[in-house]
């Protein structure tokens, strides 16, 4: 069974950066593309990025793109989100998850696509 833990969450200023982290383990035997999504407080999980299992594909959400970018270290099994430039809208709780994929190159965005979540870590961003 994959298990994922997200870490690096925290309360912020406007302005400043948090990276987020979310250790994998038991990740083998195929490839897992690697996302991010987010839940704010009285809304719907949303999207936040993706990565292939080979790294050279990365997705992102309009609301993100240009202040955010997700990588992951195989060798670690760890896949990370910088957030820079936060903004208060990016408070939520972010959730790590894992989608086996028939392709290293592979990517989706759609949070059906993923059979594994992490539990979760909060981030805070205060105006």
């Known amino acids: 069974q994959v298990q994922l833990v997200e870490s690096g969450g925290g309360l912020v200023q406007a302005g400043d950066s948090l990276r987020l982290s979310c250790a994998a383990s038991?990740?083998?035997?195929?490839?897992?593309?690697m996302g991010w999504f987010r839940q704010a407080p009285g809304k719907e999980r949303e999207f936040v990025a993706a990565i292939s299992w080979s790294g050279l594909n990365t997705y992102y959400a309009d609301s993100v793109k240009g202040h955010f970018t997700i990588s992951r270290d195989n060798a670690k099994n760890t896949v990370y989100l910088q957030m820079n430039s936060l903004k208060p809208e990016d408070t939520a709780v972010y959730y790590c998850?894992?989608?086996?994929?028939?392709?290293?190159?592979?990517?989706?965005?759609?949070?059906?696509?993923?059979?594994?979540w992490g539990q979760g870590t909060q981030v805070t961003v205060s105006s």
């Open positions: 998850a894992a989608d086996p994929t028939p392709t290293m190159n592979y990517i989706r965005s759609g949070a059906e696509a993923y059979d594994y």
């Open positions: 038991r990740l083998t035997g195929r490839f897992y593309a």
